[in-house]
């Protein structure tokens, strides 16, 4: 049995953001934070609830501002910052509704980036994590024309909420033909990203690059090897970059592409998802 619940939480400019969670109904022995990327919603994981409920995980995701069910013009934000408070607000909360239970963080793609600036700004707040969960993160090359990048970084102080449409291409999410139908009507998807977007995420890319010697909690980094939407090249790079982390791990799956919990090997990807959260909640 799944409990589900939806709810708002207020996070910083007045803004209330819209978050769901699904708990056993029996005893909770950790939770799982998921933070979605652009243009997703925190309704795209079903694969990893149905999975990690029955092992007596709480699954917590919000929508991001100017996504989903939350406020906020799509795809817009001012700063990065707001992603990171909303991130920061969004784990306070849950550990006051689970004081004493161990925390995991999984940031899909572009919320990946949302993560690590997150534990790499606050390590003291992030301290509290049991360890991080990478999946397709977008930390090198990306599936946006650079044609595209370049007129967002032109036009994000001049006309910072123009947009366009990303241009990424649906079928380079997964292999699966009735997944991709799945995508294509789903209603709360988009596939805007707007100037200031664009500035802000290569500012943010860049400067957590400069910082990888900071990271010292566990991570696992999961990414397909033909993932045209954020190059796996960037992952490995970044993991060889982690010179200072003594607990790291990096699975790269030869042939499968960016949503990777929703994929032909999604079985195979949940239970080494699995494998290492449990290895983390021993080892404590």
Aim: charged share 20%; proline share 4%.
């Amino acid at each position: 049995m799944i409990d589900h619940s939806e709810s708002i939480f207020r996070s910083i400019g007045e803004v209330d953001l819209y978050y769901q969670s699904w708990q056993p109904t029996s005893n909770i022995k950790a939770v799982l934070v998921i933070v979605h990327g652009l243009g997703g919603h925190s309704s795209k994981y079903n694969n990893i609830v149905q999975h990690f409920i029955p092992k007596q995980y709480a699954v917590y995701s919000f929508d991001l501002r100017g996504h989903g069910r939350s406020p906020g013009q799509r795809g817009y934000i001012n700063s990065w910052a707001e992603f990171r408070e909303d991130l920061r607000t969004f784990l306070e909360l849950i550990q006051s509704q689970h004081p004493k239970l161990p925390i995991f963080l999984l940031g899909h793609s572009l919320g990946s980036i949302i993560v690590l600036d997150y534990v790499l700004r606050y390590p003291q707040a992030a301290a509290v994590l049991q360890g991080v969960i990478l999946l397709a993160p977008s930390l090198g090359k990306v599936g946006v024309s650079q044609i595209k990048l370049l007129l967002g970084q032109l036009l994000s102080r001049v006309w910072p909420r123009f947009t366009l449409n990303t241009g990424l291409d649906l079928s380079a999410g997964a292999r699966d033909e009735k997944v991709l139908a799945i995508y294509a009507q789903d209603t709360l998807r988009h596939t805007l990203g707007t100037a200031r977007l664009a500035t802000e995420f290569l500012n943010t890319v860049n400067w957590i690059n400069h910082h990888t010697n900071e990271w010292k909690l566990p991570l696992l980094i999961l990414h397909g090897g033909a993932d045209r939407i954020t190059l796996p090249e960037g992952s490995q790079i970044f993991y060889e970059q982690l010179t200072t982390c003594q607990d790291k791990t990096i699975i790269v799956y030869p042939d499968a592409y960016h949503e990777l919990q929703d994929d032909l090997n999604y079985q195979e990807v949940l239970a080494d998802l699995e494998s290492w959260l449990e290895g983390h909640l021993l080892s404590n």
